[in-house]
């Protein structure tokens, strides 16, 4: 259980950094202003996308031996090819992977494409919904479900993951030429932050209702108390981003007073999602009792 809640937390991690940096570049970033951060925006993307691929596999395999309790089987053609074939999780994850080769084969045969990048790993990272809790029910309400939990992961990917093109900004502010384009796509990224934000909060909510049917206090099992756990963090870190949108933003434009503690803020944000995604890895996998 432990090495499968560490795979799933490098996969989410990596797929949600793939998806929220490509679509920084493509949606917030002048054209001279996403050359300029290119090249170490690539070398983060790419690295993720072979892990999102990496970790597919190890996920997979990992299922495999969770199913009989034999760690032989998770490297057993024969047991391996019956997930795949014979389950509702192995014939998600088919689509999957064939989702993370393509990634990988693009990150690395069309340099600089942000906009197919951003698309296909949205689909890399929205397919998540597939599997897992989301995947519960059936009929209306499952298709409600996966299509809630989608927009959770994909709206959470986008702040999460848009926070690394957001610090180098910030980093790129220093360079007087582009002053102007930082401050530009930093503050696209903080006022639709907020709409994100909103709907990571929605749609967590119906994720609730949808999973448990009732709020997660008391905290008497431990899938509620890490859910509980999250929601706390999550609320620290839309403080910070109403923080930094309404007060530490406005203050960047006319000059650098306010760019420490904007990094400060925003690393802070970093971490505490990370913590998150953490917890959401190992209570994933928990009853939702």
């Known amino acids: ?23 920084f570049l493509w949606a917030y970033c002048s054209d001279g202003l996403r050359r300029s951060l290119s090249l170490a925006a690539w070398r983060i993307v790419a690295t993720a996308c072979v892990v999102v691929l990496l970790t597919a596999v190890l996920w997979l395999a990992s299922e495999s031996a969770s199913m009989t309790g034999d760690w032989s089987d998770a490297y057993d053609p024969g047991m391996v090819g019956a997930v795949l074939a014979d389950t509702a999780f192995g014939n998600a994850w088919i689509s999957r992977l064939i989702l993370g080769a393509l990634l990988v084969a693009l990150v690395f045969g069309r340099h600089g494409r942000w906009d197919e990048v951003a698309i296909l ?18 009929g209306v309400e499952g298709v409600l479900q996966r299509v809630n939990h989608a ?20 980093s790129a502010y220093a360079d007087p030429k582009q002053r102007a384009a ?5 503050a696209q990224f903080s006022f639709w932050g907020q709409f994100i934000v909103a709907a990571i ?22 899938y509620r108390a890490l859910l509980v756990a999250k929601i706390a963090l999550v609320g620290v870190m839309v403080a910070l ?13 006319p000059g650098a007073a306010a760019l420490p503690a904007l990094r400060l803020t ?21 009853d939702p009792g």
């Open 151 to 170: 927009l959770h992961l994909l709206a959470a990917g986008a702040w999460l993951g848009g926070l690394i093109p957001f610090l180098m900004c910030l």
């Open 121 to 138: 790993s949205a689909a890399v990272l929205a397919s998540l919904a597939l599997v897992g809790h989301a995947a519960m029910h059936s």
């Open 201 to 222: 909060v929605l749609s967590g909510v119906a994720n609730i209702a949808l999973i448990s049917g009732r709020p997660p206090i008391p905290p008497s099992t431990p």
């Open 1 to 23: 259980m432990n090495l499968l809640a560490a795979c799933r937390f490098a996969h989410f991690m990596a797929a949600m950094l793939a998806f929220g940096a490509s679509f």
């Open 182 to 186: 930082a401050v530009s796509a930093m």
């Open 266 to 286: 925003s690393v802070a944000e970093v971490a505490l999602g990370t913590v998150v995604v953490a917890l959401v890895s190992v209570f994933a996998m928990l």
């Open 241 to 253: 981003a109403l923080f930094n949108r309404f007060l530490l933003g406005p203050r960047l434009a």
